[in-house]
């Protein structure tokens, strides 16, 4: 199956600081690519549908300047949490659509996620 | 917000037993998707009926959809230590461009 790769697996921060994190479609093209955000023993929550050359569709209650999502090219999508506090602390999660392969209602396939630990 | 709505929220079973998780959704839908996560990981796609199917087969998995009362279930038959995971439902959001999921059933199979 597809594989979409996910860097870095774990990060801590101290407060203030901004963190990048890569998702990347390693033997497809997604010109859509999602990330969610989990809480311990909750669902994924829909963060932003990452367009590839426009910007990304931010769900209610997320702040667009907060969680900058980037999605330059067909492989890669970045979300970089801007000036951490303790709050953003969580398990973030990036999936992408192959859509050459299955098409707009198809699966999607997940990066093994990114904990951040805002210190 | 959630579309879907896993019952029970946690179940624990010896091996060999079926396991049965429920999941209750609110808009209409094209399909439904089941995941699985394990601890700590991100999810891998089980499988996905669509609004005109009934019943579906995967292996050791079979999953029902009542579009009627908006609901689905999965049933892991003869269970084995290793399925011990989450598992979540996920339908497509309003606009069609996303998936939604539910807030998962927690299943631990003990050996």
């Known amino acids: 199956g597809a594989v979409v790769s996910q860097h870095p697996s774990r990060v801590i921060c101290k407060s203030g600081t901004s963190v990048k994190i890569e998702c990347r479609s390693l033997?497809?093209?997604?010109?859509?690519m999602f990330w969610y955000r989990q809480f311990p023993k909750k669902s994924l929550m829909l963060m932003a549908t990452?367009?590839?050359?426009?910007?990304?569709?931010?769900e209610q209650g997320v702040e667009k300047d907060k969680f900058l999502i980037n999605h330059a090219s067909l492989t890669l999508s970045t979300l970089t949490v801007t000036s951490a506090h303790p709050e953003d602390s969580s398990f973030y999660i990036c999936?992408?659509?192959?859509?050459?392969?299955?098409?707009?209602?198809?699966?999607?396939?997940f990066g093994e996620g990114s904990r951040l630990t805002v210190l | 917000s959630q579309q879907g709505e896993e019952d029970p929220q946690a179940l624990s079973i010896q091996e060999g037993e079926n396991a049965t998780m429920n999941c209750s959704y609110k808009?209409?839908?094209?399909?439904l998707q089941w995941y699985r996560q394990n601890s700590g990981r991100g999810l891998v796609h089980l499988i996905l009926?669509?609004?005109?199917?009934r019943e579906k087969h995967s292996g050791r998995l079979r999953v029902t959809l009542d579009t009627s009362k908006k609901s689905s279930s999965l049933l892991i038959t003869a269970s084995r230590a290793a399925d011990t995971a989450s598992y979540f439902c996920?339908?497509?959001?309003?606009?069609?461009?996303?998936?939604?999921f539910g807030k998962g059933t927690t299943l631990s199979v003990s050996s």
């Open positions: 999936s992408a659509r192959d859509a050459a392969a299955s098409g707009s209602t198809g699966e999607l396939f």
């Open positions: 033997d497809f093209q997604a010109t859509t």
């Open positions: 990452s367009n590839e050359g426009s910007k990304a569709t931010y």
């Open positions: 808009t209409s839908i094209n399909n």
């Open positions: 009926i669509r609004s005109n199917e």
């Open positions: 996920a339908t497509l959001n309003q606009a069609g461009t996303a998936l939604i």
